[in-house]
């Protein structure tokens, strides 16, 4: 431990790795273990800029990022980017190539990229993006980008865990209706209309207009009116632009407004591990395992109401203690 606490602080990419591993792991030893790691981490004594990044597949999150970050660390900061990718329900594997579209920027010295799978579950992504956000941090890197799924639930729970939220959109994909039936006009703090290059740019700068209207009618006279703007990410076109605001929003909150956010999502980050936790427990209780397969085959047979189920199983979990 000693010897992995001294290279991340000496922002050493094995160690780096190592920790993120340590803090994703579900054995119940290297729990332990990452509980030691984050309770000894040196954190900086500014906060990175902590933002998240999503849109629907295919709206170009892998090219932003890459053209962001390369231009984040030409301009002299250190840039770790979590790029969570959705597990399979059916074989629990992931893909894990956010990396490899992002070659550019994965072979910058002060560029950290990291693909972890979401495990199935947003309390999954919380608990390890959350922690590995702070390995990051530790590891002297100023800017930590969270690049979501982009399905739904999960931009919310992104959303919780960082400064400011930014959501790419296209044109003609229906996003500025669908932005709002989700709530992601709600929570996102910047609004990107990506893929503004060539014979698309006009529609670009359509839906951008289209999506600041809606915006108006869901939003109302908030005291941060989310801006919206057109980037190409192929083209590095309006990323700078795209920037400023990030950082508009961080001065909006200031040091006072972004402390309380922190602590808000502090509050909201315990409870998510101790849900996390009890899912843990419930799963290796030997009162559950006893009568798992019995409750298997009772609600499969038709046999065993899932209402009942559940009580036996909590009941079974209950007499553990």
């Known amino acids: 431990m000693p010897e992995l606490l001294e290279g991340v602080a000496a922002g050493r990419r094995a160690a780096v790795s190592r920790a993120i591993t340590l803090v994703e792991s579900t054995s119940a030893r290297h729990r332990d273990q990452a509980r030691e790691l984050l309770s000894a981490l040196q954190q900086p004594e500014r906060p990175a800029v902590r933002v998240g990044i999503s849109g629907v597949p295919g709206v170009g999150k892998s090219t932003f990022i890459e053209a962001l970050g390369t231009r984040l660390t030409a301009a002299g900061h250190r840039v770790g980017v979590l790029a969570v ?61 969270v690049e979501t799924v982009g399905v739904g639930q999960s931009e919310v729970t992104v959303a919780g865990m960082v400064d400011t939220f930014l959501f790419l959109t296209l044109a003609r994909t229906g996003d500025q209706l669908q932005g709002i039936k989700k709530g ?18 006009q529609e670009a700068r359509s839906a951008a207009r289209e999506l600041a209207g809606a915006l108006r009618l869901v939003r109302g006279k908030d005291e941060w009116a989310p801006p919206v703007v057109t980037v190409s990410g192929l083209t590095d076109v309006g990323v700078d632009d795209l920037w400023e605001h990030v950082l508009a929003h961080r001065a909006h909150l200031g040091d006072d407004g972004l402390a309380a956010r922190r602590a808000r999502q502090q509050l909201d980050f315990t409870w998510a591990l101790v849900r996390d936790e009890l899912d843990q427990r419930l799963r290796h209780s030997p009162g559950v395992r006893a009568i798992r397969e019995e409750v298997r085959a009772g609600v499969l047979g038709g046999e065993l109401p899932a209402t009942v189920a559940a009580d036996r199983l909590l009941a079974a979990y209950d007499g553990d203690a």
């Open 85 to 145: 990718d959705p597990s399979s329900v059916r074989t629990g594997g992931s893909v894990l190539g956010d990396k490899t579209r992002m070659a550019r920027l994965s072979a910058d010295p002060a560029a950290f990229i990291r693909p972890s799978p979401s495990a199935g579950t947003l309390g999954g992504v919380a608990r390890a993006t959350v922690q590995a956000m702070a390995v990051l941090e530790s590891a002297a890197y100023d800017v930590v980008l």
């Open 184 to 201: 992601i006009l709600e929570i996102a703090d910047v609004i990107a209309v990506n893929k503004a290059d060539g014979d698309r740019e």
